[in-house]
Each structure stands twice: as structure tokens, then as C-alpha cells.
């Protein structure tokens, strides 16, 4: 199975700062073939369901706020906000549909400092 | 857009089956290139996918569950099901219903999702 491991569990930014979210994959996620990577973001907010943000690593999902972005590449992705919005206190996973099991990351709780 | 909902049981006995029902509307459940997924995640903790199923009734399962679970499809009533066999409180969880896109023999993400429904094994 590959594990993703995310970082930091939870962080507090004050509004309008730069919030980062590390997840790091026990094993390539890069499919050679087509140059994409298998990972996709998903924001939680309290009482909902996950919300997708980011797919193939770093594209953003229609509707989904500029401030989003996704980077990384192989195994280590990060999933930036640009300027922190309260809309934004959620808690956020990364998840892999590179191999089977498909599964995700611990998420990360975000909160406004 | 189409739009899942879960429905089923909230409580289930220790050793028994949880089954769960997940409607969806807006869109076919037949259509080509989806795969219909059920998800679940304890309180305050993590998710885990649990399996998807095709419309044909392909099915992929977490090996973790695989030996416990069933997951079907009823393309006539547009909904697709989630067995699962000798639940105990671990088991406890909110369980989703979502789709899942499926094409060039990939799984992508998770979209849309259900709201969830509260699943509590206890006696």
C-alpha cells in the first residue's frame, strides 16, 4: 500500500497569510507513461464531506479559488493557500489514486491564529 | 451535477451486517467511465476508501475489508449498496457514497461526495 504521510497535523495562520501543507508518499506517484502525478487534494470543513481542491497534483478543480495551488512532483507535494480566508479553517487531505488500495493522507487541521 | 445520498441504519449490533444504500440523481449510474465508491472515517480521524464498483458490477475492495465487505449495483433503481459483515465498534464510522472518474484503466478522485451518514456499532 502506499502511505502518505502529511505535515504538519495541524497549524494556525493568521487571515490573509500563507498556510502550507506538506504530504510526502511512500513511493512514486508519478506515472512515467504520461508525465502526470496521481494525487489529488481535498478540502474538509466541520460536518461536511471532502471537497475536491487540486487534481494531478497541481491542477486546480473548477470553481476553486486561485489562492489553492499544488506543486510537487515523485513524492513530495505540497498544497499551498496563498492569503488565508476564514472560509478556509478545514481540515485537508491529500490523496493517491496511483495504485490500489487508493488511500489518503492523516489531513491537516488548519485554523486562524 | 450529480448528487449521492446515503441511507441506512445509524445503529448496527456488534457481530451483525451494516448495509447502507446510496441514491444517486442528476446523472445516470450507467454511465460510461465511472465507478461508484463507498469511503468511510472514523470520528476525528482519517479517511478510508472502502471499494468501487461499476455499473457492470466490476468491483475493486480494500484489501484491508475485502474479506467483510460487498459492495452492488442496481441500475434500474440508480443506486448502488454496501454490505458489510461482523462489524465491532472499530467499524464505527461516517460512511460516503461518491464517484469516482475511471478512464485509460486509471481510478481518479473522489467527486462529487455524499453528505455521510453517522454508522455507530454498538449493543
Known amino acids: 500500500d502506499i502511505v502518505l504521510t502529511q505535515s504538519p497535523d495541524s497549524l494556525a495562520v493568521s487571515l490573509g497569510e500563507r498556510a502550507s501543507i506538506n504530504c510526502k508518499s511512500s513511493q512514486s506517484v508519478l506515472f512515467n507513461s504520461n508525465s502526470k502525478n496521481y494525487l489529488t487534494w481535498y478540502r474538509q470543513k466541520p460536518g461536511q464531506p471532502p471537497k475536491v481542491l487540486i487534481y494531478w497534483a497541481s491542477t486546480r478543480a473548477p470553481g476553486v479559488p486561485d489562492r489553492f495551488s499544488g506543486s510537487g512532483s515523485g513524492t513530495d507535494f505540497t498544497l499551498t493557500i496563498s492569503s488565508l480566508q476564514a472560509e478556509d479553517v478545514a481540515t485537508y487531505f491529500c490523496q493517491q489514486y496511483y495504485s490500489a488500495p487508493l488511500t489518503f493522507g492523516g489531513g491537516t487541521k488548519v485554523e486562524i491564529k | 451535477q450529480v448528487q449521492l445520498q446515503e441511507s441506512g441504519p445509524g445503529l448496527v449490533k456488534p457481530s451483525e451486517t451494516l448495509s447502507l444504500t446510496c441514491s444517486v440523481s442528476?446523472?445516470?449510474?450507467?454511465?460510461?467511465?465511472?465507478?461508484w465508491a463507498w469511503i468511510r472515517q472514523p470520528p476525528g480521524r482519517g479517511l478510508e476508501w472502502i471499494g468501487s464498483i461499476y455499473h457492470s458490477g466490476s468491483t475493486y475492495y480494500n484489501p484491508s475489508l475485502k474479506r467483510r465487505v460487498t459492495i452492488s449495483v442496481d441500475t434500474s433503481k440508480n443506486e448502488f449498496s454496501l454490505k458489510l459483515n461482523s462489524v465491532a465498534a472499530a467499524d464505527t464510522a461516517v460512511y460516503y457514497c461518491a464517484s469516482q472518474e475511471y478512464y485509460d484503466n486509471d481510478f481518479h478522485w473522489f467527486d462529487p461526495w455524499g453528505q455521510g451518514t453517522l454508522v455507530t456499532v454498538s449493543s
Open positions: 442528476g446523472g445516470s449510474i450507467s454511465s460510461s467511465g465511472y465507478y
